[in-house]
């Protein structure tokens, strides 16, 4: 049976989409020649064979931060094409700002972005129609076996189901628990997946259903017999997987309660932070940035200024006591963005969903995050990181690590102004939110790079323009 790992379904996506990019560039170049009647032969191409590197990278970097290839969006045709649409934008916005304000006259071809853009998306388009026509039929669905009918493994079914369903066919679970035995397990409101058997089972199962991959869902030590199996099975040529690996290829998070006796292989234990070169390139990157940052805050301030002290009365700026990296309290700056007596009583309280407390020009400022732009100095100072998890409050602190197994990890690097979990989730108004938020920081902990560093830029630049801070 034909069947492909996540991993390869993302190498052909990205090996046929650069033939693409390139051949739609040469489409791009011979429009160009027959407009301008000009002769399309090999000396023409010379003259343009830099912009058949230059046009594809800026594609592709495009590409790569609008999450074209992240496994939620391979696995789901209309979220491919926005993500396609905002990627030619980009890389159209990037070459038009090129082109008007630092190219010499004459020394970029003009209108060809627009011509390869259009080109791309149409071949694009098509090309991801068809993987999509393909993928969705069984015979090349991968098979997977889910190890483990608890909570963990029901987890990781939903998960498959929810962000890789094209991808994934589940047989069913094995469990050895007597309890489950012979019933089916459900994993949403209207779908069930059919208990198989128990691990003496699972080598015959795996050769009868033909199925290249096992999922570990297993949160303790695994029993003799079920390790004999999976070494069977391994034998056979099945793919082992553990459930925390996938569920973090396929959600951008680490699965703190599902994560067992895995934890050393899930939780961030020799992250970058680690390594001095990265810890220069991070700061040198953060210094820059900040400088830059406040160069282009600074003369709008005045005027953000007037606007808070017409709408409400009060300081301009409020000044919190949060937490840093190894637990150190530091003094975080800030725009006052509601009123001056939100907290009476003087107890740390949550910004909440539609907050009256927040003014009416604060709330401007929420939407756009224009009130974190003062923390821009405590980059300078060495703080906080452009990047990291939000700092938290003392007094909230105490309370989640109470609650939340692993919390005390965010305090492993620098907090920062913007972070992996606030770029893919909403606010913390709960418990609950504050553990769906810990699992995205600490894969921002473990994966941290300057490329994700610049991912979750890009990504808290989009929420800005489209006005969803809170």
């Known amino acids: 049976m034909f069947s492909l790992r996540l991993a390869e379904h993302k190498r052909i996506l990205i090996a046929v989409d650069f033939i693409l990019v ?26 343009y064979a830099g912009w058949f590197v230059f046009l594809p990278g800026l594609w592709f970097l495009s590409a790569f931060l609008n999450g074209l290839y992240d496994p939620a969006t391979i696995a789901d045709l209309a ?16 070459y038009l700002t090129i082109y008007f304000f630092f190219a010499t006259p004459g020394e970029m071809p003009r209108g060809i972005v627009g011509y390869q853009g259009a080109a791309s998306f149409l071949a694009i388009t098509l090309w991801r129609a068809l993987y999509f026509a393909l993928a969705r039929r069984r015979s090349f669905a991968r098979k997977v076996i889910i190890v483990g ?13 929810q962000r890789a369903a094209a991808h994934y066919q589940i047989v069913g679970f094995v469990d050895d628990d007597p309890a489950k035995q012979p019933d089916a397990i459900s994993v949403s409101a209207d779908r069930q997946l059919p208990l ?83 810890r220069v390139a991070k700061r040198a990157f ?35 006591t949060r937490v840093g990296k190894g637990g150190k309290i530091f003094r975080l700056l800030k725009l006052r963005t509601m009123v001056t007596d939100a907290e009476p009583d003087g107890q740390a309280m949550r910004a909440q969903k539609n907050d009256p ?54 305090n492993a690097v620098k907090p920062g102004m913007a972070g992996w979990a606030v770029a893919n989730y909403d606010y913390v108004d709960s418990i609950e939110d504050a553990r769906i938020r810990l699992q995205y920081d600490l894969y921002y902990i473990k994966h941290q790079s300057l490329w994700l560093d610049l991912l979750v830029l890009w990504r808290m630049f989009g929420q800005m323009l489209a006005l969803k801070g809170r």
């Open 357 to 410: 407390r927040v003014t009416r020009v604060g709330r401007w400022l929420r939407k756009t995050r224009l009130d974190e732009m003062p923390q821009l100095f405590n980059i300078l100072k060495g703080e906080m990181s452009a990047v990291g998890p939000r700092p938290e409050r003392p007094e909230h602190l105490v309370e989640l690590e109470r609650a939340i197994p692993f919390h005390r990890l965010r």
């Open 196 to 278: 198989l058997g128990s691990a003496r089972d699972l080598a015959h199962l795996v050769k009868e259903h033909q199925t290249p991959e096992i999922v570990l869902a297993i949160t303790h030590d695994l029993s003799s017999a079920l390790f004999q199996a999976v070494l069977v099975c391994k034998e056979q040529g099945a793919q082992i997987t553990l459930m925390p690996v996938l569920f973090e290829q396929l959600t951008g998070m680490v699965p703190i309660e599902h994560i067992g006796d895995n934890w050393n292989i899930a939780l961030p234990l020799d992250s970058a932070e680690a390594s001095g070169f990265y």
């Open 79 to 94: 979220r491919s094409a926005r993500c396609l649409v905002r990627a030619i934008a980009l890389v159209i916005v990037v």
């Open 149 to 161: 009918a608890g909570w963990a493994g029901q987890t990781i079914a939903q998960t498959i189901r």
């Open 22 to 47: 390139e051949l739609t560039t040469l489409l791009a170049f011979w429009f160009m020649a027959f407009r301008a009647e000009w002769i399309f032969d090999a000396r023409y191409l010379a003259n």
């Open 286 to 320: 953060d210094v820059t940035g900040a400088l830059v940052g406040l160069t282009l805050y600074l003369p709008a301030l005045p005027l953000i200024a007037l606007a808070l002290k017409l709408d409400s009365p009060g300081p301009i700026f409020l000044w919190q």
